[in-house]
Structure formats: C-alpha cells, structure tokens
C-alpha cells in the first residue's frame, strides 16, 4: 500500500511553468507505475503521462506531449510533472496515481490516489 500527496500547483499565466510532486510512503513505491491524470470542471478525468518503475519509459498524452515531463526519484519516493509552455486549457485539478499493472491510460488501473493540486493557468 502506498500514500501519495501531491505538491506545487498553483497560478500561473500562460506560457509559464510549474512542477508537480507527488511524494509517496512506504519501502514498496518503486514497485509501483506511476501516472498523473488532471480533471477540469465539468469534464472527464483524462489521463496526462505515466511513467515506469524505473524511470526508463514514459508516455504521454497527445495535449501535453513536448510541453509536460514525467519523472520520478524512488530515492526519495517522489514522482514529478514539470510542465512548461502552459495554457488556459492546462486549467484543473491534477492527481497522482499508482498501479501495478493494467492500461496506462486509463484510471480505472490505478489503486492508489493522491488528494490533488490546483493548477490555473490565466490568458
């Protein structure tokens, strides 16, 4: 079982950046795929990158690919999201997840969930 809390959203205006956290307990967080999904009003939660035990794969969804990086440091239990080049359309509640297997992309894969953070990106 893992706790996850995510960290670092906030106001920003387009074309700015933020980075994410989501820092995880317990010993067994590096046996975990992790993901980032984001959830704007009034629409369906949608997948954003995932990324592998160790680092070496990620993917992306085609609205963030080139702008948002995923990474993560299992020395200090913690995945990432750096998003660059913001956008008004960025705007939402951005979650942290963990699965052990399953569709990357799709939420119902993932067992454990963070609270969320707030990102508002301004025109």
């Known amino acids: 079982q893992v706790q996850l809390v995510e960290s670092g959203g906030g106001l920003v205006q387009a074309g700015g950046s933020l980075r994410l956290s989501c820092a995880g307990s317990?010993?067994?967080?590096?046996?975990?795929?992790m993901g980032w999904f984001r959830q704007a009003p009034g629409k369906e939660r949608e997948f954003v990158a995932t990324?592998?035990?160790?680092?070496?794969?990620?993917s992306y969804a085609d609205s963030v690919k080139g702008r948002f990086t995923i990474s993560r440091d299992n020395a200090k239990n913690t995945v990432y999201l750096q998003m660059n080049s913001l956008k008004p359309d960025d705007t939402a509640v951005y979650s942290c997840?963990?699965?052990?297997?399953?569709?990357?992309?799709?939420?119902?894969?993932?067992?454990?969930w963070g609270q969320g953070t707030q990102v508002t990106v301004s025109s």
């Open positions: 997840a963990a699965r052990n297997s399953g569709l990357y992309s799709d939420y119902r894969s993932y067992d454990y």
């Open positions: 990324i592998s035990w160790s680092g070496g794969s990620t």
């Open positions: 317990g010993r067994t967080f590096s046996s975990y795929l």
